[in-house]
């Protein structure tokens, strides 16, 4: 499946990212903050884009033709979390030089809109690390409201390394347009 907006396409990740993925994905400002490592190589970011982003839901963000993050819809078990029954969980990430942007907000709301009318699911909750307030401001702009807090091991699985995260929630009276 494909979406467009004002700026972006939305679409599935094909190998031939793989080189713009390492780009931005190799920034350790990205990958810690979001709970996964930055990318060492190409073929690493290729190995990412057939196993992690070949999941259902999962899109390139796609801006004047390059792949500069990512957008998924996550439902369980492709999600970090089972949040029950019809229900799902917002990622995202963008390479920092469109940080601030607003083209996540963008693309987030196309797939939001996706999610409810077409996957009809009822709930979509979002998480963030804490001190993550880019994410944190992404969720607010989205309509999110706070729903509770939880508690992660880094991707090192590291157990001294906990983040606190908290939940959002998003839902289908939340008007996203």
Not at 2 to 10: A, G, I, M, N, Q
């Given at each position: 499946?494909?979406?467009?907006?004002?700026?972006?396409?939305l679409?599935?990740?094909?190998?031939?990212d793989?080189?713009?993925?390492?780009?931005?994905?190799?920034?350790?400002?990205?990958?810690?903050?979001?709970?996964?490592?930055?990318?060492?190589?190409?073929?690493d970011?290729?190995?990412?884009?057939?196993?992690?982003f070949?999941k259902?839901e999962?899109?390139?963000?796609?801006?004047n033709?390059?792949?500069?993050?990512?957008?998924?819809?996550?439902?369980?078990p492709?999600?970090?979390?089972?949040?029950?029954?019809?229900?799902?969980?917002?990622?995202?990430?963008?390479?920092?030089?469109?940080?601030?942007?607003?083209?996540?907000?963008?693309a987030?709301?196309?797939?939001?809109?996706h999610?409810?009318?077409?996957?009809?699911?009822?709930?979509?909750?979002?998480?963030?690390?804490?001190?993550?307030?880019q994410?944190?401001?992404?969720?607010?702009k989205?309509?999110?409201d706070?729903?509770d807090?939880l508690?992660?091991v880094?991707y090192?699985?590291?157990?001294?390394?906990?983040?606190?995260?908290?939940?959002?929630?998003?839902?289908?009276?939340?008007?996203?347009f």
């Amino acid at each position: 499946m494909k979406f467009t907006t004002k700026h972006l396409v939305l679409r599935p990740w094909v190998e031939s990212d793989a080189m713009w993925l390492y780009h931005y994905a190799k920034n350790p400002k990205i990958g810690p903050v979001a709970g996964w490592p930055p990318h060492e190589s190409v073929e690493d970011s290729k190995q990412v884009i057939k196993t992690v982003f070949s999941k259902e839901e999962t899109y390139a963000i796609v801006f004047n033709g390059k792949a500069i993050g990512c957008v998924g819809i996550l439902i369980y078990p492709d999600g970090n979390h089972y949040w029950g029954e019809g229900n799902g969980e917002l990622g995202y990430w963008i390479g920092e030089q469109f940080w601030g942007l607003g083209l996540v907000v963008e693309a987030s709301k196309r797939l939001l809109e996706h999610a409810f009318k077409d996957l009809k699911l009822t709930n979509i909750f979002a998480t963030f690390k804490e001190g993550n307030n880019q994410s944190k401001r992404v969720l607010q702009k989205l309509g999110f409201d706070y729903y509770d807090e939880l508690y992660n091991v880094d991707y090192r699985n590291t157990r001294r390394r906990q983040w606190k995260t908290t939940k959002y929630r998003c839902t289908k009276t939340i008007n996203l347009f």
